[in-house]
């Protein structure tokens, strides 16, 4: 059973439009819960690392929220542009265990003029 | 600095070829992680390294092999290739455990046919 699990799989926004992409999570204990973003052919690249103490952290217009207590993050993207065409990965980083990582499937993000 | 460097980007391999697939980092991160990506999939943990000289298996070891004999550099094995093994691999460097963000290489994709 996958422990990370992401909504919706896919979604097509308008150019300046916002969104929300969704994390749902059984990882516990836990210590950090992660966003990446990854561009077709390319690496992920780190948007935003919380620790389970925080609930909020942003990255210019991308912004991460977690609650700790029903186990959900969510990815915010503000005024959206093209270039925020990705996949965007949640990621929950184990407490114990010599920093597993748990990594969901993406959210598939494409941003139409 | 280059960050994390993949070589080769593209590679394709008969049934029963090996192979090795190369990571240099040059941030003089002690951890370091290789990944493969399916599609559809969250990324799965192959191998990983917490130090020269030191490595473990991820939840996908089988059919590969690992070394780390320098803090740089962290080479991915493939003795015999199967079809199974068509992939995107991408090898992942951190500067310490916890809430450092992980940096990932561009990928290396291999088919096997």
């Known amino acids: 059973k996958n422990q990370v699990e992401q909504s919706p799989q896919s979604l097509i926004i308008l150019e300046g439009k916002n969104c929300t992409l969704q994390c749902n999570y059984t990882v516990s204990p836990f210590s950090n819960l992660r966003w990446y973003k990854q561009d077709t052919g390319r690496g992920p690249v780190s948007l935003t690392i919380m620790t389970f103490s925080e609930n909020t952290k942003s990255n210019g217009r991308y912004t991460a929220t977690l609650d700790a207590d029903t186990k959900q993050s969510s990815l915010h993207i503000t005024a959206s542009q093209l270039s925020d065409s990705a996949s965007y990965i949640c990621v929950v980083s184990f407490r114990y265990g010599n920093n597993r990582l748990a990594f969901g499937k993406g959210n598939q993000v494409v941003v139409i003029p | 600095n280059a960050g994390v460097t993949q070589t080769p980007k593209f590679r394709i391999l008969k049934i029963g070829q090996s192979m090795t697939l190369q990571c240099a980092q040059d941030m003089n991160h002690n951890y370091m992680y290789w990944y493969r990506q399916d599609p559809g999939m969250g990324l799965k943990l192959i191998y990983y390294s917490v130090g020269a000289g030191i490595t473990d298996k991820g939840e996908v070891p089988n059919g590969y092999n690992v070394s780390r004999s320098t803090t740089e550099d962290f080479p991915l094995r493939l003795e015999l290739a199967a079809p199974s093994q068509t992939s995107v691999y991408f090898c992942?460097?951190?500067?310490?455990?916890?809430?450092?963000?992980?940096?990932f290489g561009n990928g290396t994709r291999l088919t096997v046919t």
């Open positions: 992942a460097s951190m500067y310490r455990g916890d809430n450092s963000p992980l940096h």
